[in-house]
């Protein structure tokens, strides 16, 4: 397989140009060395330092922090959420000493610290090296974190094991280097064997998921293929390929689709610089013929392979893992964990856990324990209680997540972490626990981070203009969201549309809540989802159902 080098663009941007100076794959000596002289405001005035400081410390996981006064945000990868005691422990660790005590799982199960300083850089890299983990490749133009399956190797129902792919794929794309760290952005995948498809397939760049040959129940276990899905302001659901890609074939197709968007993806311009916009607009047989060309062979065509067509599901809950043993999904409200919760977990697996003790982190920014024998659930789920980590939470806290927001996050236009920890509270008090799912996503600004388009009430950030109650006559501007409903992934995947606007932020709890009691209300059985309720009700009542109770006389705001 012969890899092509980018070209420079005819029309070049700031960040295209910054790449070309110099590759992000050569920035860690900068950072260690600005680490070591742990001088923010020097870095600051240093020309090169500044492009660092704006691009290339991206590329090993290291992001300005609102407000942008020398701190910065941390990225730890982590290939399929998997990881040991012994790295969460670490974790846990570098949280407490640098991270003021907490951080946030994400949607593609890494794990991010805030508050880190730039001195702080260079013990935490060497910390996670010998913890064997990195934050290479975290960030920036590269291929992100590759997700998976919580349950790979142990869910009972999946067809092949994929949890060595998710390490196997990253460390291919980490050991090529320069080969893969000047994409046109970035670049994310995810693979499973798992039914439900909790590791979200639909909206990524490439996802292998299992099928049988022929789609015969007789046939051989392998991969289709969907590609060219993403999210952001301009949602793109992938397009199957078509194909039956064999478990030995993986790892070419892994990098051959890396190729594919490097030599030939869009540079001028950012916001159209990803695979989904190439693949919608040449078509999925060119993309087929183009990965078979950097391939060097003909991947079997199989038209019978097209979606994956399950619904979506987090494993929370306690299950039976294909080995005997059991697993335990532990709700991580809105996703964010103190050290003492990561040290909590990292000790209650190695003592009530057996053989590997393995842990999993979910899209859906939740943890799970794995390898637990029958006769230790009881004393560990009352341990997890005692920690206060149960793991028979409300429904609504094992599915409401949330992004970064305006606390640290430079894009963001609204505040999402802590209004979303008071809404979720007030809910698990005023809302019955449901048998349904119902998936609740706040997000800060357009680009998606807590999936806003695919959730079943999806809240992007927006100022709302209000009355100045202290000063007549004058006017705030305070956070609201606009409200997203329809989505839904697996059978028929759609995307959310925007039912009502301008939500005020303190009052979006009341309009959830009705939409809830509404549909427990008026499904038609017990198996009815939120989602087929939404579809069956006129986008004018949803609305009102959302306006109504935030304009009531009577309507009690919720102060984050």
């Known amino acids: 397989m012969t890899a092509t080098m980018p070209t420079t663009p005819v029309k070049i941007n ?42 290339r410390f991206k590329w090993f996981g290291v992001y300005q922090q609102k407000p942008n006064n020398g701190h910065f945000m941390f990225r730890i990868k982590i290939p399929g959420g998997q990881l040991t005691p012994a790295q969460l422990r670490t974790i846990g660790d570098l949280s407490e000493r640098y991270g003021r005590g907490f951080a946030d799982i994400t949607t593609r199960q890494d794990i991010q610290l805030h508050w880190i300083t730039l001195k702080d850089l260079k013990p935490m890299f060497e910390a996670l090296w010998a913890a064997g983990m990195t934050s290479q490749f975290a960030c920036g133009d590269t291929p992100r974190n590759l997700v998976s399956c919580p349950l790979s190797g142990v869910a009972k129902h999946e067809l092949i094991d994929t949890s060595g792919y998710a390490k196997a794929i990253s460390d291919l ?74 478990p030995d074939q993986v790892m070419d197709v892994a990098r051959g689709l890396v190729v594919l968007f490097r030599d030939h993806g869009y540079r001028a311009k950012r916001n159209h610089a990803r695979l989904k916009f190439l693949v ?28 994956p067509d399950s619904r979506v599901d987090d494993h929370m809950g306690i299950g039976l893992q294909n080995d005997g043993n059991h697993y335990v999904g532990v709700p991580i409200e809105r996703g964010r964990w103190t050290s003492r919760n990561m040290h909590a977990l990292a000790d209650l697996s190695q003592r009530f856990a057996t053989g590997p003790r393995r842990i999993r982190l979910s899209v859906r920014q939740n943890a799970l324990l794995l390898d637990v024998p029958k006769a230790n659930l009881a004393d560990l789920s009352k341990a997890l209680e005692d920690h206060g980590l149960p793991s028979a939470a409300h429904p609504l806290r094992t599915s409401l997540i ?33 048998d349904q799912p119902v998936s609740i996503s706040f997000t800060g600004c357009p680009n998606a981070c807590a999936h806003y388009q695919i959730c079943d009430i999806g809240l992007t950030g927006i ?20 409200v ?21 932020g303190d009052m979006i709890h009341l309009s959830i809540k009705n939409l809830l009691d509404h549909y427990l209300a008026e499904r038609v059985d017990d198996e009815e989802s939120f989602r087929s309720w939404v579809r069956r009700n006129p986008a004018e009542r949803l609305e009102m159902l ?11 705001a919720l102060v984050a």
């Open 484 to 504: 997203w409903l329809g989505a839904g992934l697996g059978a028929d995947p759609r995307f959310g549309e925007v039912v009502a606007k301008k939500i005020r």
């Open 463 to 482: 100022p709302v203009v209000v009355p100045d109650q202290d000063e007549p006559g004058k006017t705030l501007k305070v956070d609201g969201y606009n």
């Open 402 to 434: 949330a992004c970064t927001g305006t606390e640290f996050c430079n894009l963001a236009v609204v505040e999402t972490k802590h209004r979303a920890g008071r809404v979720l509270g007030w809910l698990e008090q005023n809302v019955p626990a449901m």
């Open 546 to 556: 959302i306006l109504g109770p935030t304009q009531a006389a009577q309507a009690e």
């Open 280 to 307: 919608a607009e040449k078509g999925w047989q060119w993309t087929r013929n183009t990965l078979e060309e950097v391939l060097g062979y003909e991947l079997e065509h199989d038209d019978s392979i097209g979606w």
């Open 14 to 55: 700031k960040v295209e140009q910054a790449k070309l100076d110099k590759d992000g794959f050569d920035v860690l000596q900068d950072i260690l060395r600005y680490s070591e002289g742990g001088d923010f405001d020097a870095l600051k005035s240093d020309a090169a330092g500044k492009t660092d400081l704006e691009v």
């Open 173 to 246: 794309y980490l050991a090529g280097g320069r080969e893969f760290s000047n994409l046109p952005r970035k670049f994310k995948a995810s693979i499973g064997g798992c039914p439900d498809y909790c590791w979200l397939p639909h909206i990524h760049d490439y996802a292998l998921f299992a099928v049988r040959q022929g789609g015969r129940p007789e046939g051989a276990v392998g991969f289709g293929l969907i590609v060219g899905g993403g999210l952001s302001d301009t949602p793109h659901l992938a397009q199957p390929l078509h194909v039956f890609v064999r």
